[in-house]
């Protein structure tokens, strides 16, 4: 059974850091694309940070570019969001999902339309105070 579990998130103050896990099971991350995905009500779901299976290449939203860095650990079956500097407009709930890869990692991370995100997003809230 192919399943993904998100922790790691809080309340943190304005300039924080945290750490998301995603810890998989049913699949390798070697064979799929994983990204974090970020859901506000009232606004589109957003790409945080993607990571390709094959090569580890990475994909970043815009805005949290210089401030998060996504990593996995294969022995652990382990993705990793490490979100530095948090600022109150990164308040979400934040959730992971497997994707077979289509396009280069930074252009999926775009547009969030490519990944099975209904499928998926239980997920971890994620809020940054001011």
């Known amino acids: 059974q192919v399943q993904v579990v998100e922790s790691g998130g809080g309340l943190v103050q304005s300039g924080g850091s945290l750490r998301l896990s995603c810890a998989a099971s049913?699949?390798?991350?070697?064979?799929?694309?994983l990204g974090w995905f970020r859901r506000v009500p009232g606004k589109e779901v957003e790409g945080v940070a993607c990571?390709?299976?094959?090569?580890?290449?990475?994909g970043y939203l815009d805005s949290v570019k210089g401030r998060f860095t996504i990593s996995r650990d294969i022995a652990k079956n382990t993705v990793y969001l490490q979100m530095d500097n948090l600022k109150p407009e990164d308040t979400g709930l934040y959730f992971c999902v497997p994707a077979s890869p289509h396009v280069p990692i930074q252009e999926m991370c775009d547009h969030p339309h490519l990944w099975p995100l209904d499928a998926w997003g239980k997920g971890t809230q994620v809020t940054v105070s001011s």
């Open positions: 990571i390709s299976g094959r090569d580890d290449a990475t």
């Open positions: 049913g699949f390798r991350l070697s064979d799929l694309e």
